[in-house]
T-cell receptor, first 113, second 113 residues
């Protein structure tokens, strides 16, 4: 069973600050991870995917994958109140093609105006 | 932007009744999934569906559950005899191909009374 672990939070940051969200995983062979944002009562929305070691940037979001240490992180620069949500780490996809992913419990982010 | 459509958005049913949750995945996606999320808990995998058959199912997906793709577009989840503990948000998701992340539908909130 592949496990994905997240701190449930809440993580509180002031508006304009950098929010850092972390996720650890159990499977050393994992290749791909995803970050989803979930507003209360809504469905998860894919915001970042990362398939290789290192950093991937998309606007205010940067995903980091460190395979040696088995963690994935998401940095949100210039945090806005609208970023307040639960952030779900998901992965890795199972091998074999069907590739279901396992979700972490999510980290609740609160951006304080 | 293509969407995954789920109906109904909210369903209330009496214990022991059958419910059918409906999903229209994105048309060129190949892999389909049902997940559920009990209030305050993590997003849990139920079943994956590919090439008109179940490719994987979780321990949650027991004989009370079934999935179908009756007409090549709709994708349904049936719960034959609902229990109180089936109360949750049910999400349909689809994916185009490896290694892309899922697109989730807006979910169906199932309340069993």
């Amino acid at each position: 069973q592949k496990e994905v672990e997240q701190n449930s939070g809440p993580l509180s940051v002031p508006e304009g600050a950098i929010a850092s969200l972390n996720c650890t995983y159990s499977d050393r062979g994992s290749q791909s991870f995803f970050w989803y944002r979930q507003y209360s009562g809504k469905s998860p929305e894919l915001i970042m995917s990362i398939y290789s070691n290192g950093d991937k940037e998309d606007g205010r979001f940067t995903a980091q994958l460190n395979k040696a240490s088995q963690y994935v992180s998401l940095l949100i620069r210039d945090s806005q109140p609208s970023d307040s949500a639960t952030y779900l780490c998901a992965g890795p996809p199972d091998s074999g093609g069907y590739q279901k992913v396992t979700f972490g419990t999510g980290t609740k982010l609160q951006v304080i105006p | 932007e293509p969407e995954v459509t789920q109906t109904p958005s909210h369903q209330v049913t009496q214990m022991g009744q059958e419910v059918i949750l409906r999903c229209v995945p994105i048309s060129n996606h190949l892999y389909f999934y049902w997940y559920r999320q009990i209030l305050g808990q993590k997003v849990e995998f139920l079943v994956s569906f590919y090439n008109n058959e179940i490719s994987e199912k979780s321990e949650i997906f027991d004989d009370q559950f079934s999935v179908e793709r009756p007409d090549g577009s709709n994708f349904t989840l049936k719960i034959r005899s609902t229990k109180l503990e089936d109360s949750a948000m049910y999400f349909c998701a689809s994916r185009k191909d490896s290694p892309y992340g899922y697109t989730f539908g807006s979910g169906t909130r199932l309340t069993v009374v």
